[in-house]
């Protein structure tokens, strides 16, 4: 019954989507049956298999969502339950084999290929964000307004619908200033807006979707 449904779900969307790229919210329900068919235990950390990982990335590979609007549609089926998982980065990297992640601009924002593991979901301790972000090392990549600079941990703080917010170990540098990070908005669908202190306007972006390579 629930393939049944998720395929309901998806001809539907097809429908009645602009173009290719639904979005966050049109995205959210098929998200979420799936993974209402993982045994999540509340109050607890869930640590998805490489078999539920690769199925998560082929769905949004379906749905046309890009990486951020992926994890938001998990957050917001599984932070309500009061559960919290952890993905591997290096299960990430390999399904890098077969799945384009969203290419270049997408992983400059989110360093899959330094990426130990990312936790996301319900907070149990005060070490704990909605979203934490824990790297092999230091990381530095150029997004275009700047250099993005990475510490081991780093994440956000506060997640909702579209939006990442209250980031923290995430700074920006240009030429010889160094500016926090202060917010990731999901505007439109396949589109995200990076806000940085002391920039008076967001920096706008097409953030590609995940999509099967040939």
């Known amino acids: 019954m629930r393939s049944c449904a998720i395929i309901f779900f998806l001809s539907l969307f097809y429908v009645f989507a602009d173009d290719d790229r639904l979005g966050a919210d049109a995205a959210a329900i098929p998200i979420a049956s799936f993974l209402s068919t993982i045994p999540f235990q509340q109050g607890t950390i869930t640590k998805f298999t490489d ?4 199925k998560l990335i082929a769905l949004a590979a379906k749905l046309h969502i890009n990486v951020f609007e992926l994890l938001d ?5 599984i ?13 990430l990297r390999n399904l890098q084999a077969k799945y384009d992640l969203g290419g270049d601009r997408v992983l400059a924002i989110l360093p899959v290929d330094k990426l130990s593991y990312l936790e996301i979901g319900a907070v149990f301790s005060s070490e704990q964000s ?12 150029f997004i275009e307004i700047g250099t993005a600079h990475y510490e081991i941990h780093c994440g956000f703080k506060m997640l909702s619908p579209r939006t990442f917010s209250l980031p923290f170990g995430i700074s920006v540098k240009k030429l010889f200033l160094r500016a926090p990070l202060e917010m990731l908005e999901l505007y439109e669908p396949g589109k995200g807006a990076i806000y940085v202190k002391g920039l008076s306007r967001p920096k706008r972006w097409n953030l590609d979707v995940i999509t099967v390579k040939n």
Request: aromatic share 8%; net charge negative.
């Open 79 to 91: 932070e309500p339950l009061h559960v919290r998982i952890s993905m591997s980065g290096l299960v």
């Open 130 to 141: 909605k979203m934490d972000i824990f790297l092999d090392s230091v990381h530095e990549s």
């Open 51 to 54: 078999q539920d990982t690769e």
């Open 73 to 77: 549609c998990t957050f917001r089926y």
